[in-house]
């Protein structure tokens, strides 16, 4: 879409970043943009101020929307955190025929690079991030991008549009991805590291988080490439779509397949057309193992995707001996005095805090738990604390969630002993893992892994995963 003098509306501003350069970038293009946005005027200002002076041009509406917006504008442009599903207002503009987009479709359309996108429940931001790194050695000033309010994907492509050959390397959300039916572009290389159980609070089941993530592939070619997880139940769902796409699996069960890479004790396989060769030692299986078993997955699927993007195995193997750590994801942010502190803010999931239990857990390890529901189950993840963390080593953050996990392990009788530790907030849960730790000295490690969105208490998990670090380094750091 050309959008020089087109009328715009963009519904939902937000205080992350993407809202912003996308106000920016229609704006630089010329189109005449209409800002909508439920919030109000006050809790945006310091958005609106970041858009800058030509800010001026824009006509905004604060605290409400108006439905003659939703008719009047030639396209309509959607924060990925405005729900679509059940949205009345969109419904209006569909049914004229407006078209409706993100900043992820503007981006597919315009960009020229090739493209790797990742998606997935589980390990997106990780294995975007390895990719990054495995392709850094041949193309300088590569990174990662995407869902991140870091990294907005329209302040990228102005970044490597005059590059063409440098790939753009993109984690996408199912938030970003509902919007795809209206892109030219698919990704040349695209992954789902796996799918479980999420978002069930804007999707509304399994199979529409399903369907919007498999909208990363949905456009693609034969000449193109997909990469699924073996071992994930809803690749079944995914292949019964039938991809025009090459597809590629990965799977560290030591699994036999036509293509893709495989683990097993003996190193890393890959399958080609059935032929099969050892790319990684048993010694490289080892270093990704004490990353945590769920590691495997993120550095099968980064790997592999590397490899499609020209980089030989022999590469790979020598840039996988200084994989960086993921902010955020199991980081280590405290080590002294016998003291080990993890910060694992975006285990928004059961299933994120089932791999830190699974990883961290003993009885000198302390787990910090909770936050907000997203319509998700916890049973599973109760049966993995009820084996590896004792119930005076778990201490809870109140929350919708907090409630369903105290819930499951009542059924389990986990409690039998103790009362649930809960607090309101941070700052007390911190206080009481300080006297625990006082109590005893056999105690060295403290893991933040809250397995639940964070929206009660926080903006995000990021601003949640700075505000722990703050009281770590104020708590521990005195020592």
């Known amino acids: 879409m050309n959008f020089k003098n087109k009328k715009i509306l963009v519904v939902g501003l937000g205080t992350l970043g993407g809202g912003i350069a996308t106000v920016r970038w229609l704006l630089a293009r010329g189109a005449q943009v209409t800002v909508t946005d439920l919030r109000t005027r006050e809790l945006l200002k310091d958005s609106v101020k970041a858009i800058g002076l030509r800010g001026r041009k824009i006509r905004f509406v604060f605290g409400r929307h108006e ?5 009047s504008h030639d396209g309509v442009v959607v924060n990925p955190a405005v729900r679509i599903r059940g949205n009345a207002f969109l419904a209006r ?12 479709g503007i981006f597919l359309n315009e960009v020229k690079n090739p493209v790797i996108a990742v998606t997935g429940t589980r390990g997106k931001t990780t294995t975007t991030n390895w990719i990054a790194h495995f392709l850094s050695g041949k193309y300088t000033g590569v990174k990662a991008s995407g869902n991140s309010s870091r990294d907005a994907l329209l302040e990228l492509l102005p970044r490597i549009e005059k590059k063409k050959k440098i790939p753009a390397i993109l984690e996408l959300s199912s938030f970003q991805l509902e919007c795809a039916e209206n892109t030219k572009r698919t990704p040349d290389i695209a992954i789902i590291t796996n799918l479980f159980r999420d978002h069930l609070n804007r999707h509304g089941s399994m199979r529409e ?25 809803w690749t079944t769902y995914f292949l019964k779509t039938k991809p025009k796409s090459r597809i590629y699996f ?3 069960e030591g699994q036999n397949m036509r293509n893709g890479l495989s683990v097993s004790s003996r190193g890393v396989f890959f399958f080609e057309r059935g032929k099969k060769k050892m790319v990684f030692s048993p010694s490289i299986v080892d270093m990704i193992h004490r990353r945590g078993d769920h590691n495997m997955y993120n550095f099968l699927c980064a790997a592999l995707a590397a490899y499609h993007a020209g980089i030989t195995w022999k590469d790979i193997a020598t840039r996988a001996e200084n994989l960086p750590a993921i902010q955020y994801r199991q980081e280590i942010v405290f080590k002294k005095n016998g003291i080990t502190v993890v910060n694992d803010t975006t285990a928004t999931s059961p299933e994120g805090a089932i791999a830190a239990i699974n990883r961290f857990g003993s009885f000198q390890t302390i787990f910090i738990t909770g936050g907000t529901d997203k319509n998700l189950e916890y049973k599973e993840w109760a049966k993995h604390v009820k084996k590896n963390v004792p119930p005076e080593n778990l201490f809870f953050l109140g929350g919708s969630a907090t409630k369903k996990m105290i819930h499951a ?14 607090f309101s907030d941070l700052r007390g849960v911190m206080r009481a893992v300080e006297k625990r730790m006082m109590r005893r000295d056999f105690f060295s490690t403290v893991v933040f892994s809250p397995g639940a969105a964070s929206f009660e208490k926080f903006k995000n998990e990021f601003d949640r995963g700075e505000k722990f670090n703050a009281l770590v380094q104020k708590i521990f750091g005195e020592k």
């Not at 439905?67 to 008719?71: C, L, Q, R, S, T």
């Open 67 to 71: 439905k003659e917006d939703f008719v």
């Open 93 to 104: 503009a569909k049914k004229k025929g407006i078209p409706i987009i993100n900043d992820l």
């Open 209 to 233: 988080y399903a369907r919007a993530k498999a909208n990363i592939f949905k456009y693609q070619t034969s000449r193109q490439i997909l990469i699924l997880n073996k071992d994930n139940a």
């Open 250 to 252: 990965i799977s560290k």
């Open 409 to 422: 392990l009542n059924k389990m009788r986990y409690f039998e002993k103790n009362r649930p530790a809960i």
